[in-house]
């Protein structure tokens, strides 16, 4: 399944599984379960079951049929490495990843213990020099993290700081190649304190690491809020690298 998307850091979604299950604070207001359950009242068949982990084979292969370059978030209403997930399904994808050379695939995940977990198993075949390996971090709680994706053998490691909880003053980004932050979007959403962003963005400059500042707390995701032309202007997203003109 793939739709084109309102995501702003990416151009489309590819969601070999869907479903999952809530490990933190920042699942409270999950837009992916809002989103599933509507679309299994409007009986869409690959969410017969809800927001239950489901694995979709037919899906699999979608990538390798789009010709044009995409920027491709993994997984958009689940997480490729649930505990559920089997490995051979990972690897599944991760050789779709491989042979679909031409797109970018953007994969986030909290279960960074997975990630590290079935890295040598991943990087036996290697990391696909066109995917970008990210976790979400909402607040200083799970900052370890941030820790594990530094140590896999990813070529690309990004971070996303969504829905910011709380302040994230001791940022290590070394190995870190992109940031995205924001406020919590939709109904329910906590207020991100604007001052936190602050010291993010702050944060990645002194490092020389990449920002994008996606949002203030806002109903609707993109909002601008209380946030200034000049922190909402900062956007930098990784660039379609040489892989891009490859064909599968």
Request: aromatic letters at 8%.
């Amino acid at each position: 399944m793939s739709t084109k998307t309102r995501i702003s850091w990416c151009d489309a979604t590819w969601n070999p599984t869907t479903g999952c299950t809530k490990v933190s604070p920042g699942c409270k207001n999950c837009y992916a379960e809002r989103v599933a359950k509507r679309l299994q009242a409007m009986g869409q068949p690959h969410y017969a079951n809800g927001f239950k982990l489901t694995l979709h084979g037919d899906a699999l292969l979608l990538p390798l049929r789009w010709k044009k370059p995409q920027r491709i978030f993994v997984d958009s209403m689940s997480d490729l490495f649930h505990e559920d997930v089997p490995l051979q399904f990972i690897q599944r994808a991760f050789d779709v990843m491989r042979s679909a050379a031409r797109h970018q695939f953007q994969i986030l995940t909290k279960r960074s213990d997975r990630v590290f977990l079935v890295d040598p198993e991943i990087d036996a075949f290697g990391w696909p020099a066109n995917v970008w390996m990210g976790v979400s971090v909402e607040n200083a709680d799970y900052a370890e993290r941030i820790d594990n994706l530094r140590e896999i053998h990813a070529a690309h490691r990004f971070l996303s700081l969504e829905p910011l909880l709380g302040p994230l003053p001791d940022l290590h980004l070394e190995g870190i190649d992109w940031v995205i932050v924001g406020g919590e979007s939709g109904p329910g959403r906590r207020e991100v304190d604007i001052a936190w962003i602050e010291g993010i963005v702050a944060q990645c400059h002194a490092q020389g690491i990449p920002v994008f500042v996606k949002q203030d707390s806002a109903l609707r995701p993109g909002h601008q809020g209380r946030l200034s032309d000049e922190l909402f202007g900062t956007k930098e997203l990784p660039a379609l690298g040489e892989e891009a003109s490859c064909t599968a």
